[in-house]
């Protein structure tokens, strides 16, 4: 999607209902700083208003993504060309999640294996070398919820018994048996536990 043409567009359908940047927002309930991202072409609206913003411009949300008013002839097509553009940029989005996942566990890692290797080398007292190792620990602690929270929106699991791809819920990934990002779960569909890799896409 070309968001220089959107914010172009959303620009041109605002002055033709004669509002300003500061009118569209506050019917909108945001800031007229993001309205200004949208025009510029810095930021997307968000999904949870673009409806709402595309009924107050009367235009369809498949305009809006495509930048421009579509005739009947193209509107299939135009449509079909933003689903895909959004699939492959949530594809894209959930790519850079789970690379940022291996990062943050590597970074918290760091500090633990320090702790460690400072609590071993040094000639301290039993207690003060456990107090060290849990400092150290205390990042990855820290971490542990958001990596997981990335693991369960990243991506899909998918079924080894009926290939059904699916997210599952935060509390099924947390308690799920692992091996790096296979877990054991349970499927919604088929109902079987099984060993379910984690995929980009539901392809």
Same mark, same amino acid.
């Given at each position: 999607m070309d968001q220089i043409k959107i914010g172009k567009f959303i620009a041109q359908c605002r002055k033709q #209902? @004669?509002?300003?940047? $500061?009118? /569209?927002a506050e #019917?909108?309930?945001?800031?007229d700083r993001a309205v200004s991202k949208w025009e510029t072409g810095k930021a997307m609206p968000d999904s949870s208003i673009m409806l709402e913003l595309c009924n107050m411009l009367d235009i369809t949300v498949n305009e809006?993504?495509?930048g421009e008013v579509i005739t009947v002839d193209n509107y299939n097509k135009e449509l079909e060309n933003n689903l895909l553009e959004?699939?492959?940029q949530k594809e894209q989005s959930d790519r850079r999640l789970l690379t940022m996942e291996i990062?943050?566990?590597?970074?918290? /890692?760091?500090? /633990?294996? $320090? $702790?460690?290797? /400072? $609590? @071993?080398?040094l000639p301290l007292e039993e207690g003060v070398q456990v107090l060290i190792i849990l400092a150290g620990l205390l990042p990855l602690l820290i971490a542990t919820p958001f990596a997981l929270k990335i693991e369960q929106k990243a991506g899909y699991y998918?079924? #080894?018994?009926?290939?059904?791809?699916y997210i599952p819920q935060y509390s099924k990934v947390f308690w799920a048996m692992?091996?790096?990002r296979t877990r054991y779960m349970r499927c919604p569909k088929c109902g079987k536990y099984s060993w379910q890799k984690k995929v980009i896409s539901k392809d």
């Open positions: #209902k @004669n509002l300003t940047q $500061a009118q /569209l #019917k909108l309930g945001i800031t809006l993504l495509s959004m699939i492959r990062v943050m566990g590597t970074v918290c /890692l760091i500090p /633990l294996l $320090a $702790a460690v290797c /400072l $609590a @071993n080398m998918v079924c #080894k018994c009926c290939n059904h791809t692992h091996m790096g």
